[in-house]
């Protein structure tokens, strides 16, 4: 071979590995896009599939002030007609594991208070970090605390909302400023029998007796207030009603849903939040997904984009607090359903104290036992 031909030989050698090298980094280079375009194609399919699907049952303790406007979204947006199994967090837990137990899978999604999780047990849900797609739900900056809200070790669970609870909800009418600041104001004389209490052992109730007997304040304070006698309801709804209409003057634990109605209908009421601190909560928003879901694509399009910042936006409104999401608007909330700089938060949602809140049952019927026949 002439020395002509070696060197044409070598040079097509160099160029066809120039070719490659700049393929290969415009490869690398276009990595994120090409990922970009995998994650909306599996999302479109994920829809797709949902629609076909066309049902999504939720066994869910949220009120019907969160259920109308999800069911109302999804059947416009994604063609789905959410199908609704409503009941507190006790009797929920209670079929789901019956149900369980005899192989039978009904549910797709559990919605309900964070404290169920160790009703039901994480072995009826699914992991959830396999089944989420969107990178704004993956993004760790887009949650407050940096992480996405997982409360179990096994990701099963996730509390869409993070947001302050005040515990009490006054009538403006009858009780004057600044009369109730403290939670030892609620001692005074005047309000013997005259505040109305949410059940202790369940749900918002069991939260607040747990809180303050167990974190903020102490159990001799929780003994102290049920020498008041407050009146028991188990209907947070008729406790703010109530409130509103002027029969009390107080509510205490009453649900977050059900505080938020009152106040968008400019009813004389106002949120309390003690000096001693408040906890935070995520309500009626803790999601998962059920073990052998019976609409697998539809389960997973909901929890995708529940966990989203349209999600999270539709779903602090329907509740009226703050999404775990930092992207999530505000400005349509009760401020003291926002995290607020200057005041004592108590972060109370972690399997540890939701496994204590669980056995602070026996001891809220212990204080209020006489006060619930």
């Known amino acids: 071979m002439s020395r002509w031909s070696q060197s044409k030989s070598c040079g097509l050698v160099f160029f066809i590995g120039l070719v490659f090298l700049l393929q290969l980094s415009g490869t690398i280079a276009a990595t994120p896009a090409g ?3 995998g994650w909306q194609q599996a999302w479109e399919k994920t829809k797709a599939a949902a629609a076909k699907e066309g049902r999504l049952v939720l066994y869910s303790s949220a009120g019907s002030a969160v259920r109308t406007p999800l069911t109302a979204y999804f059947s416009k947006n994604f063609n789905i007609n959410l199908e609704w199994v409503a009941a507190r967090n006790a009797e929920l837990s209670e079929r789901v594991s019956r149900e369980h137990r005899a192989g039978i899978y009904a549910g797709d999604i559990y919605f309900s208070g964070t404290s169920a999780i160790t009703e ?3 072995t009826v849900l699914e992991p959830l970090d396999p089944l989420l797609i969107l990178p704004e739900v993956t993004d760790k900056k887009a949650w407050e605390g940096g992480e996405l809200p997982a409360i179990d070790e096994k990701r099963t ?32 004389p005047k309000w013997k029998k005259e505040i109305v209490m949410y059940v202790p052992t369940t749900g918002a109730g069991l ?20 020498k008041q006698e407050p009146i028991i309801l188990d209907n947070s709804r008729q406790q703010c009603e109530w409130v509103a209409r002027g029969k009390h003057p107080i509510a ?122």
Do not use: C
């Open 35 to 37: 990922a970009a375009e």
């Open 120 to 122: 039901i047990g994480d």
């Open 157 to 188: 669970w996730v509390g869409l909302l993070a947001f302050p609870q005040p515990p009490i909800l006054i009538n403006t009418n009858m009780v004057k400023p600044g009369e109730v600041k403290s939670y030892k104001d609620l001692l005074h």
């Open 207 to 226: 939260a607040w007796a747990y809180n303050v007997g167990e974190v903020i304040m102490s159990r001799d304070y929780l003994r102290a207030f049920a």
């Open 252 to 373: 205490i634990g009453a649900r977050s849903e059900n505080q938020t109605e009152f106040i968008n209908l400019k009813a004389p009421v106002q949120l309390i939040s003690p000096i001693e601190g408040v906890h935070l909560t995520s309500s009626a928003g803790g999601v998962g997904i059920f073990r052998k879901a019976p609409h697998p694509n539809a389960s997973k399009l909901f929890m995708n984009w529940a966990l989203s910042k349209e999600g999270g936006t539709l779903i602090s409104k329907a509740v009226g607090g703050q999404s775990a999401r930092v992207d999530v608007p505000t400005d349509f909330l009760d401020p003291n359903m926002v995290r607020q700089p200057g005041i004592k938060y108590f972060n109370t949602m972690s399997m540890k104290h939701i496994e204590k809140k669980q056995a602070f049952v026996p001891i809220a019927k212990e204080i209020f036992g006489s006060l619930m026949q």
